[in-house]
């Protein structure tokens, strides 16, 4: 924590520096990469990135899981990428599943990358947007407006029990 806080996520200029850091902490890192200012990351050793990809400002990766970034892959600004979440209906444990991002994809502002997901090759997520699941290759996702899609708790549903949204 203490690295993190003074290696990657300081304003200190030289990306080498952010990404040697990485490497000693078991960080699988290719060439030419770019990790600017404010970025975090839970877990080095279980983080791979392929060459020449770029990490932006305040990008938040919390793996928990594996995560495998291809090649020529951009991490715009504020975008939080997560490999956890919890069994909300049930016990509140902790849930992992690895993330996955092909070569070319380009994840803009602000997106949630969530635990579960596969973004194929040179697919790209406007910004704002929440992804989970197997997203093409070549796709363009973008915002969709706000759905109610069932309640938390089921026996609190209307329509019935098996209406859970899907699973991250």
């Not at 020449?52 to 919390?62: D, F, N």
């Not at 635990?115 to 090759?121: D, F, I, N, P, Q």
């Not at 040179?122 to 197997?134: D, E, K, W």
Request: charged fraction near 15%; glycine fraction near 10%; charge should be positive.
């Amino acid at each position: 924590m203490v690295c993190e806080r003074l290696f990657i996520r300081s304003s200190q200029p030289s990306s080498r520096l952010r990404v040697a850091v990485l490497r000693a902490f078991g960080a699988n890192l290719g060439q030419g990469i770019l990790i600017r200012p404010g970025v975090r990351i839970k877990s080095p050793w279980k983080l791979s990135v392929g060459d020449r990809c770029w990490i932006g400002e305040e990008v938040w990766i919390h793996n928990q899981a594996e995560v495998s970034i291809g090649a020529d892959v951009v991490l715009s600004q504020g975008t939080f990428l997560t490999t956890g979440s919890h069994a909300y209906r049930e016990d509140m444990a902790l849930v992992t599943r690895p993330v996955t991002i092909e070569d070319g994809a380009w994840v803009t502002s602000r997106c949630v990358v969530l635990a579960g997901t596969h973004l194929g090759r040179s697919a790209m997520v406007l910004p704002n947007t929440v992804i989970h699941g197997v997203i093409a290759p070549n796709a363009m996702v973008g915002t969709p407006t706000g759905t109610v899609i069932g309640t938390r708790f089921p026996q609190d549903d209307p329509r019935g029990a098996g209406t859970d949204p899907a699973p991250l």
